[in-house]
């Protein structure tokens, strides 16, 4: 196994197929062991102390996984729901979660409702943290026990085709197990109300690391005469907007995709199996009582199987001596200092076509994007600047690009911050170092990853936002320079050019 389980389960994008086929290996034995000696208690935890902190609802999650640490001999302390802690009276996430570190815990088991909060508390402490939901962002050991179960039905995780089904913007176990999906030969189906659909950046994650484009479908009789593995969910009605709009958009999708017995006896697979993470919505059944005693209801049987999965999982990551650093090895988070491309000074002179950007000393920025120029000037507070002249220049001819931006700031070399927003907006651009009217360095910026407090996720619910005021530092991994692609490092979404937001 490959992944540190000195720091727990944060993300399915931590683990590769090989740890996950581990763990389904390691989760097989302890049900087995359980079969045969149901009252065997395997004594690992010895009174060491386990946390459990869900600051959002749960029964399963956090039922299976105290349960689990009971079975292994941990005594579990921690708090279900943020009401009568201290969370009320406005404590960081980051206070809370030191605290048990001090009193000695050995694992923390959390739920939060801030996509990126266990990676936040992971990043804080040096014992393991356990992820069980994190907003709509991933529910990792959910997923793991999904794989398990579907391995347990079907023998195999790959060659099947799997549906999801109900709300893929939303729901945080669907959004784990598309990634999780990516490293098997599976087939993926993705059905959703309207609105409801798979983020498309979870979408292009998965088409990336698997080479295959999900099929997104509408009519769910075609389906389920189709697929091995139904995967159905809950509608999050709680995550959506609040007031009226929010219950005008539930009230749309109300009874959308219902499932019943007729419905599967007339067209399902005849070995086709359903899962559902559970609860059930009894407001708006997705799927009915009476398919329950049916040979396709599995999610009960997925339920228990959490208890066995978080039993394995609880006792390797406690028992774990390995401390290979290998986080997010999914995605090309390879640390990259700064440095800068040396581009060739062809004759050094740099007069200039217009008077107006020549400069005798300074910094020229030189072959920005039409209408880039503006932006830059704006995002490197240039028009602050009292004690240089700083010219914008727009639409100007250019040799290699037809026509250009430019920016000539006169007696001022930039900062190495000013010099990563360049790298931000312009892909194009050259620097110029200019002493007595010569050129002495030509270069254009290369950014370091991870990239330190330059960029404000767009996720309105990641927990670096400043409206959260968790002191979660904005920290984004470059994945790819051009086109530039860089992700967020707690809620884990990605995001172009065009779509980043850099920090004045
Ligand atoms: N599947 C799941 O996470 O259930 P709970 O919300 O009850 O924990």
Partial sequence: MNFNKSKGIVSIKDLSREDIL??????????????FFP??????????????????????????????AQNLGFYINGFAGAE????????????????????????IIMRHELAGAARLAADHLNIPVINGGDGSSGHPTQTLLDLFTIYEEKHTLDKLKIALVGDLKYGRTVHSLIDALSLFDVEVYLISPPGLDMPQWRITDYCNMSG???????NLKEIVALVDVLYVTRIQ?????????????????????YINKDFLERYAKKDLIILHPLPRDKNNMEI???????PYAKYFIQAQNGLHLRESLLSSIIHSENLIINHNHNHNHNKRLPGSLNLPIIDGQKKGDKFLYRLDEGTLIDHIEVNLGQKLYKMLSLDKITDAEVVLCTNIRSKQYGRKDVVAIHKLILTPEQLYKIALISPKHTINIIKNQKVIKKERAILPSPLYDLLICNNPLCISRAEHKEFARSIFYIESDDPLQVRCHYCEEFFTRNEISIAF
């Fill in 237 to 257: 009605r709680e995550r959506f907007p609040l007031g009226i709009e929010g219950e005008a958009e539930f009230k749309k999708i109300l009874g959308l995709f």
């Fill in 39 to 68: 009252d065997n208690k395997n004594n690992v935890g010895s009174n060491k102390k386990v946390a459990s902190l869900f600051f959002e609802n749960s029964t399963r999650t956090r039922v299976s996984s105290e349960t689990a």
């Fill in 84 to 107: 009568g802690t201290s969370v009320k009276k406005g404590e960081p996430l980051i206070d809370t979660v030191r605290m048990f570190e001090a009193y000695d815990y050995k694992a």
């Fill in 288 to 294: 009915s009582i009476d398919v329950d005693n049916t």
């Fill in 212 to 218: 295959k484009k999900p099929i997104i479908a509408s």
């Fill in 22 to 35: 581990s763990i389904i290996k390691d989760c097989e034995k302890v049900k087995e062991e359980k079969k």
